[in-house]
Each structure stands twice: as C-alpha cells, then as structure tokens.
C-alpha cells in the first residue's frame, strides 16, 4: 500500500510552539501534498512538495521531503489556536490519485 | 478565491434509495475526483474523471457508484441502492491542467438509514 502515515496521531502544544508532524509512506512517489482539515469541514490544500525538492516554505509553514527514507514532515511555526485541525499528508505515485494517511490532530492551546 | 461547490451540505436517505451528489467544480478546471471519508477513517479515493470518461477508479467505486458531468459544469455521484456503510462525508475535487493540487469541495455528509 502506498498509503502515507502521519505521526503523531495527536499533538497538543501551547499557542506560540512550533508543530511538527510526520509522514512516512511506502513506494516511491511523484509528490506529496499536505492538507488541513478543520473538524467535519473540507479539505484545504496547503503546500505540494515534488520528488525532486527537499524544503519548501509558504508562510509559516516549512515541509521537508526525504525520499530516500521516504518520509516527510510538516512544521508550523508560532502556532496560533486557530491553527488547531487535523492535517494529512497524501502521495500520489503517478496519475492524479492521491492516497491519504490517518492524520495528525493538531490542539493548539491558547 | 475560485471554489469547488457542493450539494447538499448534509443528505439522509433510506437504505436502498439511490442518491446523488452534486458537485461544481472550478470553472477551468479538468481533472475531477470524488473521495470518501466514513467517520475517524481515512480519505478514500474513489474516482477520477477527465476528459469525459473515468480515468481511474478504486476498488470501492463498484457497479453501485457512477460519475456524470452531464452539462459541463455539473459533476455527479450517484450511488444507486444505498448501503448503510455508504454513510460518511463525500468530497468532490478538481484539478487544473498542469496542476498537481486539488482543490476539495467542503463536502457532503450522507447519512443512511
């Protein structure tokens, strides 16, 4: 399976922390995605990082991409209470199908 | 900001009823997909459409399910005699040419009872 798997599955910081998450998946990969996703709402986009990129930043935000451990992982810098959500990150292999891991839920306490 | 619409926010339907969700897509976009995700799951591709015609599909999207952009900016789910465990939150999203992210519609809760 070439399902991503965030960790940890929960995280609860102090507003003004910096987050982090991982994600691990299994074969290789065209780019991995990172969404947000706030309790029984849509799925936001955030951030898509390619095979052949390590680091990308948008705004608080900074993923890094290892492929050759297969892993990612996602910091959200200054974390503000609304920033409190769950995030995925998603791998897409070839085509457009993107597989979903289970998510890290994110508190962030004000 | 361009947004993927969808309709109803929140349906519930007999078991065995047919349903159909309704989704509009950004305008330019080409690529479309609909994923599930039942209750504390993950997100579950489901289909995806492009040029008309299926382009890929999961092993969940069985003879039950069918896509349909039937006026060229509608595209449709129809599940055809609802299950019980077809209860959970559907999500359409498109994609641009050239574009590898999508952009998800707030998505449908389906209910069935």
């Known amino acids: 399976s070439q399902q991503g798997e965030e960790d940890p599955q929960a995280l609860s910081i102090q507003e003004g922390e910096n987050a982090t998450m991982n994600c691990s998946y299994k074969?290789?990969?065209?780019?991995l995605q990172w969404y947000r996703q706030n309790s029984g709402r849509g799925l936001v986009h955030l951030i898509l990082i390619r095979s052949n990129e390590r680091e990308k930043h948008s705004g608080r935000l900074r993923v890094t991409l290892d492929t050759s451990k297969k892993s990612s992982s996602l910091l959200i810098t200054a974390s503000r209470a609304a920033d409190t959500a769950s995030y995925f990150c998603a791998t897409a292999r070839t085509g457009n199908q993107f597989y979903f891991g289970t998510g890290t839920s994110l508190t962030v306490i004000p | 900001e361009p947004e993927v619409t969808q309709t109803p926010s929140h349906q519930v339907t007999q078991m065995g009823q047919e349903v159909i969700l309704r989704c509009v897509p950004i305008?330019?976009?080409?690529?479309f997909y609909w994923y599930r995700q039942i209750l504390g799951q993950k997100v579950e591709f489901l289909v995806s459409?492009?040029?008309?015609?299926?382009?890929?599909k999961s092993e969940i999207f069985d003879d039950q399910f069918s896509v349909e952009r039937p006026d060229g900016s509608n595209f449709t789910l129809k599940i055809r005699s609802t299950k019980l465990e077809d209860s959970a939150m559907y999500f359409c999203?498109?994609?641009?040419?050239?574009?590898?992210?999508?952009?998800f519609g707030s998505g449908t809760r389906l209910t069935v009872v």
């Open positions: 074969t290789s990969i065209n780019n």
């Open positions: 999203a498109s994609g641009g040419q050239g574009h590898y992210g999508y952009t």
């Open positions: 305008s330019n976009h080409l690529y």
């Open positions: 459409f492009y040029n008309n015609e299926i382009s890929e």
